[in-house]
């Protein structure tokens, strides 16, 4: 998905690009390396976007797990308190 965002981004800025080279607003030289820098920009913020969502996940399910995990220590707390109760243990 984000390499076939990257293309089109690409080719419109390309586009943009060369219609402001034509109209003489931008040298063609310029036209290109600004095309080509918006790209990168944007490259690197999808990127730092998608890292950033990366590690909330993360976290969200080491939190989910740790928190079964001590569900589980109650329960098997709760059952030997149980059988200590009922003297079965």
Do not use: P
């Given at each position: 998905?984000?390499?076939?965002?990257?293309?089109?981004l690409?080719?419109?800025?390309?586009?943009?690009?060369?219609?402001?080279?034509?109209?003489?607003?931008?040298?063609?030289?310029?036209?290109?390396?600004?095309?080509?820098?918006?790209?990168?920009?944007?490259?690197?913020?999808?990127?730092?976007?998608?890292?950033?969502?990366?590690?909330?996940?993360?976290?969200?399910?080491?939190?989910?797990?740790?928190?079964?995990?001590?569900?589980?220590?109650?329960?098997?707390?709760?059952?030997a308190?149980?059988r200590?109760?009922?003297?079965?243990?």
């Amino acid at each position: 998905m984000k390499a076939a965002l990257l293309s089109l981004l690409r080719h419109a800025l390309t586009y943009g690009a060369g219609w402001l080279a034509a109209k003489g607003w931008l040298d063609t030289g310029t036209a290109h390396e600004a095309a080509s820098a918006l790209v990168v920009l944007f490259a690197a913020i999808w990127s730092a976007v998608e890292r950033r969502a990366a590690v909330a996940e993360a976290a969200q399910t080491r939190a989910t797990e740790a928190g079964n995990a001590a569900v589980e220590r109650d329960r098997a707390a709760g059952g030997a308190e149980q059988r200590l109760r009922d003297g079965t243990f």
